[in-house]
């Protein structure tokens, strides 16, 4: 079975041992390793985003009984590559009286957090970039720093439709990550952590030696939490049903219509990548992370980890395709008049199941 976590583990220690053998400071080769880790990171990060705008194409089109992009390599796998390279090429417009600082440093605050926030997730055995005791509260909290680029972007682009863009977008934003955190709080209490790789450790082996031990499995409270989790991170990436922030036949595009070139790519590269992101929290939460569906596993963790997040993934992309978008004040009502009472229940039926369990 092939582990590449403990590979890549020992050949960053002999990275290490080979560049403090030229002369250079310990302090200063573990810095090189971890620069070189956070940029393998940087790089899968700013792919992640091409992959999944070409299957989201090709998933619509079979939906729609069409057959999407076709012509830019074996099946279009290389159109993505494509638009990529052509709004890089694109002019960068900053309309009069827009806020030329606010409207620059818009799309890099709103996608710069995505980076930082896969450093504690476990992606297999060994691969865990930074395994931090408080991953999970890390997570929300950086990634809740994007909420403040969509309002740059709202205000600084000096237009109403824009502005409304943006407020919409915060309000949504600031509203559903009450009850997507409330929805972790059950999984924190049973395994006792906020690390999402002990999340994941806590999740391994089999129940009655055929069923696997993921918290989706606990009764009742494992289905809720994840039900909760999965319509929160939908909102919370401005996915349809959910895409008021967007919501092109009313606002035109929202907070990103005065965008053009890479800026306008910067704030797409952030929503798949959030999408990838919120995916692989739902299997280290929920799934076992890299945990087979046998005691023996079958394949590398790695790729139980990674197949199982496309498949969160692919509910995502099915959802845009499937229900229509809400009104903005029914999306208001949902959150706080839905989500966040069941997500206060499910703590109450997990604390007391857990009291019962002792």
């Known amino acids: 079975m092939l582990e590449i976590g403990p590979f890549l583990s020992k050949a960053f220690q002999a990275l290490q041992a080979l560049v403090v053998g030229y002369g250079m400071p310990p302090l200063g080769a573990w810095i090189l390793a971890k620069a070189i880790q956070a940029g393998i990171i940087v790089l899968l990060v700013s792919l992640v985003p091409m992959v999944l705008v070409y299957a989201e194409r090709k998933v619509s089109a079979f939906m729609q009984a069409r057959l999407g992009p076709m012509n830019v390599g074996p099946y279009g796998i290389f159109q993505t590559l494509a638009d990529g390279i052509k709004l890089m090429f694109k002019e960068d417009i900053i309309p009069i009286g827009a806020d030329r600082l606010a409207h620059t440093l818009a799309p890099m605050v709103a996608v710069a957090p995505v ?88 999740q391994q082996g089999l129940w009655h030696g055929f069923l696997p031990r993921w918290f989706i499995f606990y009764p009742f409270v494992g289905q809720l939490a994840f039900l909760i989790f999965l319509i929160a991170s939908v909102a919370e990436t401005n996915r349809t049903p959910f ?98 009472p069941w997500a206060i229940v499910n703590i109450g039926v997990a604390g007391l199941m857990i009291l019962l369990r002792k």
């Open 115 to 202: 980076f930082v926030c896969f450093a504690p997730v476990p992606f297999g055995k060994g691969l865990v970039p930074i395994d931090l005791d408080i991953g999970v509260l890390f997570i929300f909290a950086i990634s809740g720093i994007s909420t403040i680029g969509i309002l740059m972007a709202g205000w600084g682009s000096g237009n109403k439709f824009s502005m409304l863009g943006g407020l919409r977008g915060a309000a949504q934003l600031v509203s559903y990550e009450i009850p997507r955190v409330l929805s972790v709080v059950p999984v924190l209490m049973l395994y006792g952590t906020q690390s999402l790789r002990g999340i994941a450790a806590g």
């Open 243 to 340: 895409d008021i922030p967007e919501a092109e036949s009313e606002l035109v595009a929202g907070f990103h219509t005065e965008f053009s070139g890479l800026k306008f790519a910067l704030f797409f590269l952030a929503e798949y990548a959030y999408v990838f992101l919120s995916s692989a929290m739902a299997v280290a939460l929920f799934f076992g992370g890299g945990d087979g569906f046998t005691a023996q596993g079958w394949f590398p963790s790695w790729i139980w980890f990674m197949g199982k997040t496309f498949a969160i993934v692919f509910l995502f992309l099915w959802f845009r395709w499937t229900f229509p978008r809400l009104r903005v004040d029914r999306l208001m009502q949902f959150c706080w008049k839905f989500l966040l």
